[in-house]
């Protein structure tokens, strides 16, 4: 079972910038992507940015030029630089784990809250 731990999110005002990380550990295979997910109350989990084991990236059109999402492979660590955040950016965000052959596997979420 691999376990995902998320720190970071919190309050900030619009305009400003926060910083996500995220950990996994005990994968029984390579993690071969990473990445970041948002939801809200009654939408559906969105993808905000992916990060493979190649270094192949991947955002939401709506953050692009604002998140960047960086990792460290050889400690299956991921982490999303927030900038210039909009109250639409509010949300819970969830770690994602996708080893090469398990399913993936989900952090608890942390919240993001952007006030306008």
């Known amino acids: 079972q691999v376990q995902v731990v998320e720190s970071g999110g919190g309050l900030v005002q619009a305009g400003g910038s926060l910083g996500l990380s995220c950990a996994a550990s005990g994968s029984r295979f390579r993690i071969i992507t990473m990445g970041w997910y948002r939801q809200t109350p009654g939408k559906q989990r969105e993808l905000v940015a992916t990060k493979t084991w190649g270094g192949t990236t991947t955002y939401a059109d709506s953050v692009k030029g604002r998140f960047t999402i960086s990792g460290d492979n050889t400690k299956n660590t991921v982490f999303l630089q927030m900038h210039n955040l909009k109250p639409e950016d509010t949300a819970v965000y969830y770690c994602?784990?996708?080893?090469?052959?398990?399913?993936?596997?989900w952090g608890q979420g942390t919240q993001v809250t952007v006030s306008s």
């Open positions: 994602a784990v996708q080893p090469l052959y398990d399913g993936t596997s």
